[in-house]
């Protein structure tokens, strides 16, 4: 059996959107026709699980039918997120051969903000890490550290060491050719053009070269992305049948955002290029 692209979410900071990216990806595989299984380790909030579950519910009272990933059974989050390492660990790698075993393509990972033993671990097996990151000096801190004065690029923090011992374990236990590929998208961008952005994208590429990651676009913040969300699904889902909020322009824009984010990850976004309710994506 094929072994599944493992995608991991990640970023230790709160707030930076991984949820929502995350959702998206999944949404836009499936819709590609891509079968994908997700867990979500944000054993607290677990968005990514209520979103799913919100789909499954509003589907089923409207009789449509939509594209639904496997997610195996972690339990009670909160209660997990109390248990002892070894049970978290157990639990994890449980869940992980489950998805393994149902013969999905992509097993998509949502990791929560901050350093724990089960995102290190999800971070270790993933083929692909993406993060996402605020228009923000704040955010770029978890990647690098700037001098207060020139702001010139001082050496990588926190989170680029993680990714580092994350690839580092990967070599160990699969081999040299074994390479994790880590794709930093900028999220939450607001629609007016910041002040600092220049400044951010020139320590962004400049730590890309040192650090080893690739820099992609994200979704912008949008009211879009979050009033679809109580019914559990994307602007990837929109279509004259699936309608539950007024379709105007500005999703198709976001549709554009999603294909923009699909290719850079290099992966298959045709789905994303069908019309959007009568509205041309491409308008």
Do not use: C
């Not at 009670?76 to 790698?93: I, M, N, S």
């Not at 913040?221 to 679809?228: N, S």
């Not at 004259?240 to 955002?257: F, G, K, M, T």
């Amino acid at each position: 059996m094929a072994q599944p692209l493992v995608i991991v979410v990640g970023n230790e900071k709160g707030g930076a959107g991984k949820s929502t990216l995350a959702i998206h990806i999944v949404v836009g595989l499936m819709q590609a026709g891509h079968k994908a299984a997700i867990i979500d380790l944000d054993l607290r909030q677990r968005s990514m699980s209520h979103f799913f579950a919100n789909r499954a519910a509003w589907t089923a009272a409207n009789g449509h039918v939509l594209p639904m990933p496997f997610e195996p059974d972690l339990g009670d989050g909160k209660a997990l997120a109390k248990a002892p390492e070894e049970e978290q660990v157990a639990r994890f790698e449980a869940a992980f051969a489950e998805a393994q075993q149902k013969g999905v393509e992509v097993i998509l990972i949502d990791t929560p903000g901050g350093d724990t033993a089960l995102s290190r671990l999800a971070h270790a097996r993933a083929d692909q890490i993406v993060t996402p990151m605020n228009d923000s000096f704040v955010d770029f801190d978890l990647l690098g550290q700037v001098d207060p004065v020139t702001l010139d690029l001082i050496k990588p923090s926190i989170y680029s060491e993680s990714v580092w011992e994350a690839r580092k374990q990967r070599a160990i236990t699969q081999g040299r050719q074994a390479t994790i590929d880590w794709l930093v998208v900028t999220n939450r961008l607001a629609v007016a053009e910041a002040r600092n952005r220049r400044r951010l994208e020139e320590r962004m590429t400049t730590l890309a070269k040192r650090v080893g990651f690739r820099v992609g676009p994200g979704l912008r913040d949008r009211v879009i992305y979050r009033e679809l969300f109580p019914f559990g699904l994307t602007v990837a889902d929109l279509s004259a049948d699936i309608r539950p909020v007024a379709v105007s322009l500005a999703h198709v824009a976001a549709r554009q955002e999603m294909r923009n984010l699909m290719q850079a990850m290099g992966l298959e976004s045709s789905a994303l290029d069908q019309p959007v309710g009568g509205l041309d994506v491409a308008a």
